[in-house]
Every structure is written in C-alpha cells, then in structure tokens.
C-alpha cells in the first residue's frame, strides 16, 4: 500500500470521524437495505426529521451515502459498496470478538 498524502490521510480521518457517531452508523445501517426517505429513517429510528437531515447531509458531503430525488422526496441509500463492505466487515469484526 502506497503511502498517504496528507489530504488523503485528512479525508480518511474525516470519515472516520463522521463514522464515530452512532446515530450516523444507526442511519447508514438503516439505509443498508436501499433507499429510504427521510421521514421513514426519522421514524424507524424513532428521531426527529430535522436530526435526521443534518447527519444525512454531512453523510451525503463525505459521499457515504447519495441522495435520489422522485418527486418531492429524496431518497437515501448508502453511495457504493465500498461504504456497505466496510460497515458489514467491521460489524463482522465485532461479532467475532464478541464470540471468541
């Protein structure tokens, strides 16, 4: 592996900073499945809609997810495998740990 230069190494941080939170990991794992609106993400993780969209648009900055309008909704789906492989190897991980 190559070594990183220093945007890349601020952008790597940046995301796993944005992954620290867990209402932002509650929201990407909720979203694993495909494309949810806004209003059904608030209310199957029982929080507000205003909550809801600032941590989607710091997700959708960080490309971590994308955004999809259709008519006057938009909806919400992790961006690309890459996002959904790493959420489901480390969530492996820890059920790993956890049974050893």
């Known amino acids: 592996m190559p070594a990183l230069d220093t945007r890349q190494l601020s952008a790597l941080a940046e995301t796993f900073r944005l992954l620290g939170d867990p209402t932002r990991l509650r929201i990407l794992m909720f979203c694993l499945d495909g494309p949810r609106p ?6 199957g993780l029982e929080l507000s809609q205003t909550l809801v969209s600032h941590h989607l648009r710091l997700l959708r900055g960080a490309r971590l997810v994308r955004g999809d309008r259709a008519s006057r909704q938009v ?3 992790v961006a ?11 969530l492996h991980h820890i059920n ?5």
Not at 38 to 43: H, L, M, P
Not at 80 to 90: A, E, F, G, K
Not at 96 to 100: G, H, M, P, Q, T
């Open 75 to 77: 909806f919400y789906e």
């Open 38 to 43: 806004v209003k059904e993400i608030a209310d």
């Open 80 to 90: 690309d495998h890459h996002v959904s492989h790493v959420l489901i190897d480390m």
């Open 96 to 100: 790993e740990d956890a049974e050893a």
